[in-house]
Every structure is written in C-alpha cells, then in structure tokens.
C-alpha cells in the first residue's frame, strides 16, 4: 500500500526554508465551528485517542508552564514518546508547545494551533511548526512528507470532530 505522505501537499500548506537549521511546516484548514467548540476538542487531551491517529495519548492539561505528555505518530513512521512544555494556552486563540528530539539544540519543535474566526460560524486553524537545531537539515526530508501529512490528517481529523458532533438544532415550533 502506499504511504500517503507522497502526495501533494494541501494548497493551504507551506514549508519555509529561512535557513540550513531552521524549517518551518504552516497548515489551515476552515472548519465550521466557532473557536469554543474549537478550543473544547484541541485541549480535551484525554479524548484525542478517539479521534487523533497522530498524536494517539495526550496527558496533561492546557496551562502555560505545564508538562503534556504524549506520544507522536506521524505516518509512515514509529510512534514514540515526549513531553511537551505548554508555552501558551490563550482560550479559544492560541496553544502552543515546544518539544525536543533527544536533547535541547538537537531539534527543537515550537509547534502551535491559532484560531481564527473567520465570518460567521466558521474559524480558520492554523497548525504550524517551526523546527529549529543541528538535525533539521538531516530532518528535512522527513519532516517536509511525514509530518506535513501528519499535520494535514490530524487538521482534517479534527474538522471532522468538531462538525460530527454538533449539538441538534432546535426544532422550530416544538415546545
């Protein structure tokens, strides 16, 4: 079967190159729901197994200055463990984490979720990640198909979370 990750990157994809240590992956995806329905699923970390193949366990909460736990399984590759460092978590605007591959300098991951409402009932999510550290150009490769897909299933995932689970609109009429 063939790893997805060979396709085409998502139009609203974009990986800059600013320099030989640094990458950066930069994804969005439009999704009919406000940010607090938004922002409900991103940080209720203890239901991402239900619907999160790229990151398959989450602990923790969404605090600036906590530790979340997890493990990462971007396609096509092993899934392995980390702790993340929240570094910002602004209700229904901004979560955003760093990460380490091995030790801090090596390659360090600044990955973020921004909400943004966009007209409305609709708010675009930008997932995006900025790499940095003396293995991002051995790295580049990978993190431009692997995780650029991972970045791009787990924002298609989490559209359908949030528009699968809607509350029912009430019925006109009905007492």
Excluded: C
């Excluded at 602004?90 to 984490?97: H, S």
Aim: hydrophobic share 40%; charged share 20%.
């Amino acid at each position: 079967m063939p790893i997805p990750s060979l396709t085409l990157p998502h139009p609203a994809t974009r990986v800059l190159r600013p320099s030989l240590r640094h990458l950066t992956l930069h994804t969005e995806i439009l999704i009919d729901a406000g940010p607090q329905r938004i922002w409900q699923v991103l940080t209720d970390f203890a239901g991402y197994p239900s619907w999160n193949a790229s990151i398959p366990r989450a602990e923790g909460e969404a605090r600036a200055g906590t530790r979340l736990r997890v493990v990462i399984h971007w396609p096509g590759l092993k899934a392995g463990p980390y702790q993340l460092q929240i570094l910002s978590a602004t209700a229904e605007r901004e979560l955003r984490w760093l990460g380490h591959f091995g030790r801090t300098g090596l390659m360090d991951g600044d990955h973020r979720f921004m909400l943004e409402p966009s007209g409305e009932g609709h708010t675009r999510v930008i997932q995006s990640e900025h790499f940095s550290g003396w293995l991002v150009p051995f790295f580049a490769p990978w993190l431009r198909r692997n995780v650029r897909l991972g970045f791009e299933l787990m924002n298609a995932a989490l559209k359908e979370q949030v528009e699968g689970h809607r509350e029912p609109a009430p019925q006109v009429g009905a007492n």
